[in-house]
């Protein structure tokens, strides 16, 4: 039943808050059902044994209304409850018009997301992959930037195009199965020819490709994260995209082995070329949301890659790295949300000397910046450990150019600290407070979560121990 | 015996009696109120339609002409129940119209005619009753009287209707001379393979069926027709008509020419594709609404059409459940456009910009339909099209599938636009608050349950799925 609530607390929740008419009363009905969501997630993650739940749904079809949890799940479903309550609370202080069917649409898009991690029915898993896009397009086109319009239309279209290839495929391998099943399992025990699983394994992977963003599949994402607000791209960029990682793992690898083995060396590159362009790009931005958005492509491909390797030591740490770059990256748009609220601007060049007016904000910075290059004692050093062991005992080659990637994280990182927060002030920085209390409790939690994880990265490892390859 | 006749066809008493106590009031008083003309239709059609599901005879009349089982009820059901709603809908049109009775009496004229279509088993039969429900449909183009397009839509309409009727008598005498019998069941058994007059005959029966469902190559009159008639009549054609043609089309395919499923396999395979290419391509470039619907509407058949192609009781059942969710959606769309173009005369789409500012549930109502019709999860419209493509599949012409997919894409964009300017664009002449009276009010809200329940709740499909068995 715990599944269930899972998905069922957000969705009533969200759409009990497009009733509500007062602004404040909004924000803390959702801040309030999502505390209500992490206690359930937690419940979950702590129980020792798988959780499922099952029921008729389609029967004719062969579908069910099956949700599984198994520690990847849980893990993914922690992540998706903690990073709601967080983003509420960090942009507590921020104003939305009619911010009822705000905090509605972004209840409704937890509530597809935790289906996605749950699902162990290839229809329903579609089912919600779709629902977690369908208020996303309505947060961007709503409430986003100056050029919403257009970035979001892109977004869409090019999701949807993934999703509709994806259902082909599911539609294929329903074919192919012998007891006419959308069931996870049927899926597994499918005996398809290497050239019928290169169809699956393309369709498939072009939609999660998309969605992870992987070169050279990414070209909607900088704009969107750009252009959405705040709220959503920390959605978007800590659980959203995860979606996309989560999928392969459950549905790409076991399903289409061989096709992985056959195409697996492609892919690698692909992502490995992707981490390298990302982070040369992210290099020259000059705008702080456009960084951490090439940023995160690059920390996407290395999770990718460290999948299709297919050892455990990879696998183990995409797990937790989803885990962490998840805290890591909300952390980071919360920061650079900030710097935007206190100066006006989001232009690297028209920032400095943030230090001596926010001491307490650049502090928070300067831990969240050094995990996202992950530095050891941060969370995101064991899962890039693991990764990069991963892809060394793949190719030595491939890990190697690779590895340029970390260097460049840090140079884009590290500039991007010194230029905003050091050196003198300026005239939009002169002017600068700390950022409210807010902001900074909801940045206290997650830096203690790093650290936390970072030094004693064993309950995600164990949680996860379970999903590996045997 | 007697009382047999008249349980096997209660729906079609009803309607009868609904025209005949129409007429009576009409000639009987000069001054009726239409709300007292709106109400008795109401009622008795809500009546029809709930004997519909409790009544469920089986069996045959006139001589084996008239057929009547579960299956044929439903057909009737969701005849009966979207007919239902479009009258809802047209109240605020009628309120001060000079003829309701008269456009009431139209109207279940060409709802009794698509009944007896619907089981008619005898070529005879079914021409008259297709006839019935057609003829009158010209006039109610017609009704916007002052109007000069609304003749002009009247007028094609009826040529179009005429010469489709044409091909396909001169398809059914075909079929006459080489079997000798007009019987459904009799045909069925007499046709032989490799009979080139009777796949000739087919073609032509073929060609006139596309007309009525505005298949392309076949579609030419949809546009104008649509644009010119009211909008109530709009939304009639689109979503009764074609779903009463559709419904007889199953049974003449798959019963009747099921010798000759593998030439019109592939017959309505390059249909189907045309069909919604040409539909959506078209459909991009539309500026009015009701315009813009019409062309998806030829789309839409297209998705229907693969549906078709499966030739199986899943493709039975997946269209049947499309159209059910194709009426909801198509209806909920129509009812707020009937409503902003009786209340403001508008019917441009640029026109619903800032739309969401001032009618926020009439929004909700469009953008939800709109995206059932697109076909995104979680509304109904998703399920509706992925059973068709799972029917269609069953034959393994999975590059079909591929195809439907891109036009999925394809409509998506078109779909999305209009979304985009109700809710998110702005506008300095958005259009005000409009006053919803309580009869559309009901439409609305039976559709919205329609529209997202029939997706969520499983067990429709299985109830269709179990009667087409």
Same mark, same amino acid.
């Given at each position: 039943?715990?599944?269930?609530?899972?998905?069922?607390?957000?969705?009533?929740?969200?759409?009990?808050?497009?009733?509500?008419?007062?602004?404040?009363?909004?924000?803390?009905?959702?801040?309030?059902?999502?505390?209500?969501?992490?206690?359930?997630?937690?419940?979950?993650?702590?129980?020792?044994?798988?959780?499922?739940? =099952?029921?008729?749904?389609?029967?004719?079809?062969?579908?069910?209304?099956?949700?599984?949890?198994?520690?990847?799940?849980?893990?993914?479903?922690?992540?998706?409850?903690?990073?709601?309550?967080?983003?509420?609370?960090?942009?507590?202080?921020?104003?939305?018009?009619?911010?009822? %069917?705000?905090?509605?649409?972004?209840?409704?898009?937890?509530?597809?997301?935790?289906?996605?991690?749950?699902?162990?029915?290839?229809?329903?898993?579609?089912?919600?992959?779709?629902?977690?896009?369908?208020?996303?397009?309505?947060?961007?086109?709503?409430?986003?930037?100056?050029?919403?319009?257009?970035?979001?239309?892109?977004?869409?279209?090019?999701?949807?195009?993934?999703?509709?290839?994806?259902?082909?495929?599911?539609?294929?391998?329903?074919?192919?199965?012998?007891?006419? %099943?959308?069931?996870?399992? %049927?899926?597994?025990?499918?005996?398809?020819?290497?050239?019928?699983?290169?169809?699956?394994?393309?369709?498939?992977?072009?939609?999660?490709?998309?969605?992870?963003?992987?070169?050279?599949?990414?070209?909607?994402?900088?704009?969107?994260?750009?252009?959405?607000?705040?709220?959503?791209?920390?959605?978007?960029?800590?659980?959203?995209?995860?979606?996309?990682?989560?999928?392969?793992?459950?549905?790409?690898?076991?399903?289409?082995?061989?096709?992985?083995?056959?195409?697996?060396?492609?892919?690698?590159?692909?992502?490995?070329?992707?981490?390298?362009?990302?982070?040369?790009?992210?290099?020259?931005?000059?705008?702080?949301? #456009?960084?951490?958005?090439?940023?995160?492509?690059?920390?996407?491909? !290395?999770?990718?890659?460290?999948?299709?390797?297919?050892?455990?030591?990879?696998?183990?740490?995409?797990? @937790?790295?989803?885990?962490?770059?998840?805290?890591?990256?909300?952390?980071?748009?919360?920061?650079?949300?900030?710097?935007?609220?206190?100066?006006?601007? #989001?232009?690297?060049?028209?920032?400095?000397?943030?230090?001596?007016?926010?001491?307490?904000?650049?502090?928070?910075?300067?831990?969240?910046?050094?995990?996202?290059?992950? !530095?050891?004692?941060?969370?995101?050093?064991?899962?890039?450990?693991?990764?990069?062991?991963?892809?060394?005992?793949?190719?030595?080659?491939?890990?190697?150019?690779?590895?340029?990637? @970390?260097?460049?994280?840090?140079?884009?990182?590290?500039?991007?600290?010194? #230029?905003?927060?050091?050196?003198?002030?300026?005239?939009?920085?002169?002017?600068?407070?700390?950022?409210?209390?807010?902001?900074?409790?909801?940045?206290?939690?997650?830096?203690?979560?790093?650290?936390?994880?970072?030094?004693?990265?064993?309950?995600?490892?164990?949680?996860?121990?379970?999903?590996?390859? +045997? | 015996?007697?009382?047999?006749?008249?349980?096997?066809?209660?729906?079609?008493?009803?309607?009868?009696?609904?025209?005949?106590?129409? !007429?009576?009031?009409?000639?009987?008083?000069?001054?009726?109120?239409?709300? *007292?003309?709106?109400?008795?239709?109401?009622?008795?059609?809500?009546?029809?339609?709930?004997? /519909?599901?409790?009544?469920?005879?089986?069996?045959?009349?006139?001589?084996?002409?008239? +057929?009547?089982?579960?299956?044929?009820?439903?057909?009737?059901?969701?005849?009966?129940?979207?007919?239902?709603?479009?009258?809802?809908?047209?109240?605020?049109?009628?309120?001060?119209?000079?003829?309701?009775?008269?456009?009431?009496?139209?109207?279940?004229?060409?709802?009794? /005619?698509?009944?007896?279509?619907?089981?008619? &088993?005898?070529?005879?039969?079914?021409?008259?009753?297709?006839?019935?429900?057609?003829?009158?449909?010209?006039?109610?183009?017609?009704?916007?009287?002052?109007?000069?397009?609304?003749?002009?839509?009247?007028?094609?309409?009826?040529?179009?209707?005429?010469?489709?009727?044409?091909?396909?008598?001169?398809?059914?005498?075909?079929?006459?001379?080489?079997?000798?019998?007009?019987?459904?069941?009799?045909?069925?058994?007499?046709?032989?393979?490799?009979?080139?007059?009777?796949?000739?005959?087919?073609?032509?029966?073929?060609? /006139?069926?596309?007309?009525?469902?505005?298949?392309?190559?076949?579609? *030419?009159?949809?546009? =104008?027709?649509?644009?010119?008639?009211?909008?109530?009549?709009?939304?009639?054609?689109?979503?009764?008509?074609?779903?009463?043609?559709?419904?007889?089309?199953?049974?003449?395919?798959?019963?009747?020419?099921?010798?000759?499923?593998?030439?019109?396999?592939?017959?309505?395979?390059?249909?189907?594709?045309?069909?919604?290419?040409?539909?959506? !391509?078209?459909?991009? &470039?539309?500026?009015?609404?009701?315009?813009?619907?019409?062309?998806?509407?030829? %789309?839409?058949?297209?998705?229907?059409?693969?549906?078709?192609?499966?030739?199986?009781?899943?493709?039975?059942?997946?269209?049947?459940?499309?159209?059910?969710?194709?009426?909801?959606?198509?209806?909920?769309?129509?009812?707020?456009?009937? *409503?902003?173009?009786?209340?403001?005369?508008?019917?441009?789409?640029?026109?619903?910009?800032?739309?969401?500012?001032?009618?926020?549930?009439?929004?909700?109502?469009?953008?939800?339909? *709109?995206?059932?019709?697109?076909?995104?999860?979680?509304?109904?419209?998703?399920?509706?099209?992925?059973?068709?493509?799972?029917?269609?599949?069953?034959?393994?012409?999975?590059?079909?599938?591929?195809?439907?997919? @891109?036009?999925?894409?394809?409509?998506?964009?078109?779909?999305?636009?209009?979304?985009?300017?109700?809710?998110?664009?702005?506008?300095?002449?958005?259009?005000?608050?409009?006053?919803?009276?309580?009869?559309?009010?009901?439409?609305?809200?039976?559709?919205?349950?329609?529209?997202?329940?029939?997706?969520?709740?499983?067990?429709?499909?299985?109830? @269709?799925?179990?009667?087409?068995?």
């Amino acid at each position: 039943m715990i599944p269930v609530l899972l998905i069922l607390f957000p969705l009533v929740s969200g759409l009990l808050s497009f009733f509500i008419k007062d602004e404040k009363t909004a924000k803390i009905w959702a801040s309030f059902s999502s505390l209500a969501t992490v206690v359930v997630a937690l419940i979950a993650a702590l129980s020792p044994a798988d959780l499922s739940f =099952d029921a008729a749904w389609l029967p004719t079809l062969g579908s069910r209304f099956s949700l599984g949890m198994d520690g990847m799940s849980k893990m993914l479903t922690l992540l998706t409850a903690i990073s709601f309550p967080l983003v509420f609370f960090s942009t507590y202080k921020n104003s939305y018009t009619n911010s009822n %069917s705000f905090y509605g649409l972004l209840l409704l898009t937890q509530a597809g997301l935790m289906g996605v991690f749950l699902s162990t029915d290839a229809l329903l898993f579609y089912f919600f992959w779709e629902l977690a896009l369908i208020p996303v397009y309505f947060l961007c086109s709503i409430w986003g930037g100056e050029k919403r319009i257009a970035v979001t239309f892109k977004f869409f279209i090019y999701t949807f195009i993934g999703s509709l290839m994806m259902l082909a495929g599911i539609i294929y391998l329903y074919t192919q199965t012998t007891d006419a %099943s959308f069931a996870l399992k %049927s899926f597994y025990n499918l005996h398809l020819s290497i050239s019928q699983q290169a169809v699956g394994f393309w369709l498939f992977f072009v939609a999660f490709a998309i969605k992870m963003p992987i070169f050279p599949f990414h070209t909607w994402q900088p704009d969107a994260y750009e252009q959405s607000p705040t709220a959503v791209t920390m959605i978007l960029s800590g659980v959203m995209v995860k979606m996309g990682i989560y999928a392969v793992i459950r549905w790409l690898v076991p399903v289409f082995p061989a096709a992985v083995s056959e195409y697996g060396n492609l892919v690698i590159i692909l992502s490995v070329i992707g981490m390298l362009y990302a982070s040369l790009i992210a290099i020259r931005q000059d705008d702080v949301k #456009r960084l951490i958005a090439y940023s995160s492509i690059a920390h996407i491909g !290395l999770m990718c890659a460290a999948i299709f390797v297919k050892n455990n030591i990879g696998l183990e740490g995409t797990m @937790i790295q989803m885990f962490n770059h998840g805290i890591n990256v909300i952390g980071l748009w919360i920061v650079a949300d900030a710097v935007e609220k206190q100066t006006g601007t #989001r232009k690297i060049s028209e920032l400095g000397g943030l230090a001596q007016k926010a001491p307490t904000l650049a502090i928070l910075l300067v831990v969240m910046a050094l995990a996202n290059i992950a !530095l050891p004692l941060t969370n995101a050093f064991i899962g890039e450990f693991l990764m990069f062991n991963g892809l060394f005992q793949y190719n030595m080659v491939i890990a190697a150019v690779a590895g340029v990637s @970390i260097i460049l994280a840090a140079v884009y990182t590290l500039n991007m600290i010194q #230029r905003v927060f050091y050196g003198n002030t300026v005239s939009l920085t002169a002017n600068a407070m700390e950022s409210n209390g807010y902001v900074q409790t909801t940045l206290i939690i997650l830096v203690i979560v790093v650290i936390a994880l970072g030094i004693y990265p064993q309950p995600l490892l164990q949680l996860t121990k379970g999903v590996l390859l +045997h | 015996m007697q009382t047999n006749y008249f349980i096997l066809m209660h729906h079609e008493l009803i309607i009868a009696i609904t025209i005949m106590l129409l !007429l009576v009031i009409k000639v009987g008083s000069d001054k009726l109120s239409n709300q *007292l003309v709106a109400n008795v239709t109401n009622g008795l059609l809500l009546a029809s339609l709930v004997l /519909g599901f409790i009544v469920q005879p089986e069996g045959n009349v006139f001589g084996d002409m008239f +057929h009547t089982d579960g299956f044929a009820l439903l057909q009737k059901n969701i005849l009966v129940a979207g007919t239902l709603i479009i009258s809802l809908q047209a109240s605020t049109w009628l309120k001060d119209y000079e003829h309701t009775a008269e456009f009431y009496i139209l109207l279940l004229s060409t709802l009794l /005619g698509m009944c007896f279509m619907i089981s008619s &088993r005898h070529f005879l039969m079914f021409y008259l009753s297709l006839e019935l429900s057609t003829i009158p449909l010209a006039a109610l183009a017609n009704f916007d009287l002052h109007l000069k397009r609304s003749s002009e839509a009247a007028l094609k309409l009826i040529i179009s209707s005429a010469f489709s009727s044409g091909l396909m008598l001169l398809g059914i005498s075909f079929l006459y001379g080489t079997t000798g019998t007009l019987s459904f069941g009799e045909v069925a058994s007499a046709i032989q393979l490799n009979t080139p007059l009777q796949l000739f005959a087919f073609v032509l029966i073929f060609a /006139g069926f596309g007309f009525k469902i505005s298949a392309v190559p076949f579609h *030419l009159w949809t546009a =104008d027709v649509y644009e010119g008639s009211p909008v109530a009549v709009t939304s009639y054609l689109s979503v009764i008509s074609k779903g009463a043609v559709l419904f007889v089309f199953i049974t003449v395919l798959f019963n009747v020419f099921a010798l000759y499923a593998h030439s019109w396999y592939y017959l309505i395979v390059i249909v189907s594709l045309f069909t919604m290419v040409i539909g959506n !391509l078209f459909a991009l &470039r539309q500026t009015n609404i009701k315009r813009f619907l019409a062309f998806s509407s030829i %789309s839409q058949v297209g998705f229907i059409l693969i549906g078709l192609s499966g030739g199986t009781h899943t493709s039975a059942a997946s269209v049947v459940y499309f159209i059910v969710v194709y009426i909801f959606s198509n209806l909920g769309a129509f009812g707020v456009i009937a *409503l902003v173009q009786g209340l403001t005369g508008k019917e441009n789409i640029n026109d619903y910009k800032g739309f969401y500012l001032n009618n926020k549930m009439l929004s909700w109502m469009l953008g939800i339909a *709109l995206f059932s019709l697109a076909g995104i999860p979680p509304v109904a419209g998703f399920f509706g099209k992925f059973f068709l493509l799972l029917s269609g599949a069953e034959k393994g012409a999975y590059w079909l599938i591929a195809i439907a997919a @891109i036009n999925m894409v394809i409509s998506l964009y078109y779909y999305l636009n209009v979304v985009k300017n109700i809710f998110i664009d702005k506008s300095d002449t958005s259009i005000e608050k409009l006053p919803i009276a309580i009869q559309p009010r009901i439409a609305m809200i039976i559709c919205v349950i329609g529209v997202v329940g029939s997706g969520l709740c499983g067990g429709l499909y299985q109830y @269709i799925f179990d009667l087409v068995k």
